[in-house]
């Protein structure tokens, strides 16, 4: 959830029945509609394609601290881990930019000339997930961001628990491409052979499609998928 939309008494309320909640917490881009966007708008490096949102320098010290003061405030809404969205700025500071031929603001075409680059991106989100489950005390479980946490679970075995990963059937309602449901099925086979839960968020709005993706992930021995018919998720 984000808990910056939902009640304190609603969330006590799931806490009471057993409910384990997840906070919402974008690591590697900055949402124009939040409040703090402002504060922050500076390290945009590039837009967001799709989203009205900007991906940032997450090495910039300020980012790394604001994730970390947004963790706190979502474990004192009562949440028991964070949801870290957009660690796949490693994939796209790696390669993606590149590939997408993303247009790059003048702090992203000085960061990706920066030879360490890369590197220090995944230090500092590697930081940020340890200083989040060790110190703020909340489990983190990452969506998507499969070249970060691959390389993280090599790191830091044993460390992650569990993994979400959006979109392996389905994407905005359509069939996801064959090759990249090729691709999300063995990284996310690859996280169960670590002994990681493994969950999913698949967007399909007919009945026979959400029958086929409840049957895929019983038939791959994954752990649970979440079906939506919004890409935003709001209202369901």
Not at 61 to 75: D, G, M, N, S, T
């Amino acid at each position: 959830i984000d808990t910056e939309g939902v009640r304190s008494d609603v969330i006590s309320k799931a806490l009471s029945n057993g409910v384990r909640i997840y906070g919402y917490l974008n690591a590697g881009s900055l949402e124009k509609d939040r409040t703090y966007y402002s504060n922050y708008k500076d390290l945009s490096i590039a837009k967001y394609d799709g989203w009205d949102e900007y991906w940032v320098d997450v090495t910039d010290p300020k980012w790394k601290a604001h994730l970390i003061e947004e963790a706190k405030k979502i474990k004192a809404a009562g949440a028991t881990g964070v949801y870290l969205d957009n660690s796949d700025i490693l994939y796209m500071v790696e390669e993606g930019f590149k590939l997408d031929k993303t247009k790059m603001t003048e702090l992203g075409k000085q960061c990706l000339q920066k030879q360490s680059y890369q590197e220090e991106v995944y230090q500092v989100l590697s930081e940020v997930v340890k200083t989040i489950q060790n110190s703020v005390g909340l489990t983190v479980m990452p969506n998507g961001g499969d070249t970060f946490v691959e390389k993280f679970i090599e790191d830091n075995e044993g460390f992650i628990k569990e993994i979400n990963q959006e979109s392996v059937l389905y994407i905005d309602n359509e069939k996801q491409d064959s090759g990249d449901t090729k691709y999300l099925t063995k990284y996310m086979n690859w996280c169960k052979q670590q002994g990681i839960i493994v969950r999913g968020i698949e967007y399909i709005n007919t009945e026979a499609g959400a029958q086929r993706a409840i049957n895929y992930y019983k038939d791959q021995g994954w752990d649970s998928v979440y079906i939506s018919t919004k890409k935003r998720l709001k209202g369901d």
